[in-house]
């Protein structure tokens, strides 16, 4: 059973940032797509990044800004989220999933390709 936990959430002024963090536990990360998602109120859920092999895919809206990066020794993965805009609040949701889906273009358009999801941590920005 894989269980995700994300940490790092909190609340930050415009052009703050903020460091989320996701363990997998005994799944290793380095052998799967990681990637994560948002869902802000009243919205549907969209990618953010994801990650496999070391190759990193971004959704436009944080291109520059998110760093999506992976610590296989730990079974982590982190999403450095500078430059933050009040358009950025949401719940962030961690997300894992065969590593072909990296693979195979634009994994972060298909959140229903991802099979295992982490509960969510809340990211709040404010002007």
């Known amino acids: 059973q894989v269980t995700l936990v994300e940490s790092g959430g909190g609340s930050v002024q415009a052009g703050g940032f903020l460091r989320l963090s996701c363990t997998t536990g005994?799944?290793?990360?380095?052998?799967?797509?990681m990637g994560w998602f948002r869902q802000a109120p009243g919205k549907e859920r969209e990618g953010v990044a994801a990650i496999y092999g070391g190759s990193a895919y971004y959704a436009d809206s944080v291109k520059g800004r998110f760093t999506l990066s992976q610590d296989n020794a730990k079974n982590m993965v982190y999403l450095q989220m500078n430059s933050l805009k009040p358009e950025d609040t949401a719940m962030y949701y961690c997300?894992?999933?065969?590593?072909?889906?990296?693979?195979?273009?634009?994994?972060?358009?298909?959140?229903?390709?991802?099979?295992?999801w982490g509960q969510g941590t809340q990211v709040t920005v404010s002007s």
């Open positions: 005994q799944v290793p990360v380095s052998g799967n797509c």
């Open positions: 997300a894992a999933t065969a590593g072909y889906v990296c693979l195979s273009g634009s994994p972060i358009a298909s959140p229903e390709r991802f099979h295992y």
